[in-house]
């Protein structure tokens, strides 16, 4: 099978959506399309790959180096595995976008934090879970002054 | 539109709003769990070799989730008879939970297997199948319990005005196809001639039915379990299309209709433990 296909396939919809989220206003039906569409097509993807191949792995597991190294070893699992990071990326991604209305999270400063969600996933939600821990303890102290 | 939603301060912390885990939200999520995993296995029918019985590994995947998905469905409409109240007593909500749960460990287990290459059902390979046959068995139970419970809760409730047909059809679709299923499909788990669906005939799935893969060689048992769990979608239907014309005496109607349907089931069991298939292709 083409999974070399596959995962550039797979690249390509997730940049394009990660451009969407990062550059163009936040239309319900583009965050409806990126949520349900792609990220359920990249899901569904995943979900074929690992269960179609996971199991034929020898000595494959989540248990020890050795063991998910054996997995890395497939190339669809592997395949599989980068998809898992798309799809968990862009959900997170999408997330971030939501909250950011919440509190008040500037367009301009969303976007380096998007984009590090999307190079380096839990890089980019630690810069956001920073903001919202600050903007609570801004917000307590705004309700204790009045 | 509340003001919150205007200015960009975070919401108090006990703005979260919970909807109720009620039976309708139990059985359609639990619906929704099966047809969720319908499209990455019909994937896996497409592109994966892997066989069973000769036939791929996701075919009984896919006729599990189309089945279960639909009982619950089912399950979901026949309790709009009852008023809300009484459909979200503990009772009912308990039994509804037990199906939905029953139905999702089913297909979890089934397609674990499948995605391990292997049997689900009849297979006692390691200790740890065994067991999974086990809790399937039990899990099996559940579901049939629970449907039969539930129709049990349609019968004492109160008749709807114009809708005798319906009611009737209801429960006893439900409880009538509980029974046969449980004595049919226990059977079926047990194996007549060996483990397995066949009775006589060859051992294979390969030259099956269109659909439904019944053998077209010798007696299949899965034939007399299919025909007594639909008597749950069958009355139902037919009480409705009663009520819809107007018929006169629904309870004539109803009782015919489930006096076939067990003739169906009765005739098409025996059928099946003589060795005979459904339908003989040459």
Request: charged fraction near 10%; glycine fraction near 10%; charge should be positive.
């Amino acid at each position: 099978m083409p999974f070399e296909q596959i995962f550039g396939a797979a690249n390509a919809i997730a940049l394009a959506s990660w451009l969407c989220l990062i550059m163009l206003p936040r239309w319900p039906w583009l965050m409806a399309a990126i949520r349900h569409v792609i990220i359920g097509a990249l899901a569904i993807a995943y979900a074929a790959l690992v269960m179609i191949f996971f199991f034929r792995v020898e000595d494959g597991g989540f248990g020890s180096i050795a063991q998910v190294r054996a997995l890395f070893m497939s190339d669809p699992v592997l395949v599989a595995g980068w998809l898992h990071y798309l799809a968990f990326d862009l959900f997170v991604g999408l997330w971030i976008a939501g909250k950011s209305a919440e509190i008040g999270l500037s367009r301009i400063l969303q976007a380096p934090i998007l984009l590090g969600t999307f190079m380096f996933g839990p890089l980019g939600l630690l810069m956001f879970m920073g903001c919202q821990a600050t903007m609570l303890v801004a917000q307590r102290q705004t309700e204790n002054a009045t | 539109m509340t003001v919150r939603t205007l200015d960009h301060s975070l919401p108090p912390a006990s703005s979260a709003r919970w909807r109720p885990v009620t039976t309708d939200t139990v059985l359609l999520t639990g619906m929704a769990i099966q047809l969720a995993l319908t499209p990455p296995t019909l994937l896996g029918l497409l592109f994966d070799a892997r066989l069973l019985n000769d036939i791929s590994v996701w075919t009984k995947p896919l006729k599990f989730q189309f089945s279960m998905a639909l009982n619950l469905l089912t399950l979901f409409i026949l309790l709009k008879v009852l008023p809300p109240d009484d459909r979200n007593s503990r009772f009912i909500r308990l039994c509804a939970l037990a199906v939905a749960a029953a139905s999702t460990f089913e297909i979890v287990y089934i397609m674990l297997q499948a995605a391990r290459g292997v049997g689900s059902h009849y297979n006692v390979g390691t200790r740890l199948e065994a067991l999974g046959y086990q809790l399937m068995g039990v899990g099996a139970v559940t579901m049939v319990s629970g449907a039969f419970l539930i129709g049990l809760a349609i019968r004492r409730a109160a008749q709807p005005t114009g809708l005798q047909g319906t009611h009737m059809g209801a429960w006893s679709g439900l409880m009538l196809g509980s029974v046969l299923t449980l004595l049919t499909a226990g059977v079926l788990s047990a194996g007549f001639d060996g483990p397995g669906h066949w009775v006589g005939g060859v051992k294979s799935d390969a030259a099956g039915l269109p659909l439904t893969g019944w053998s077209t060689t010798g007696g299949d048992l899965r034939v007399p379990h299919f025909f007594a769990t639909h008597l749950s979608q069958a009355l139902p239907l037919l009480g409705l299309l009663v009520d819809r014309f107007k018929l006169r005496m629904p309870a004539v109607w109803i009782a015919s209709g489930a006096a076939v349907g067990s003739l169906i089931v009765v005739v098409t069991f025996l059928q099946a433990l003589s060795g005979r298939p459904l339908v003989a292709l040459s």
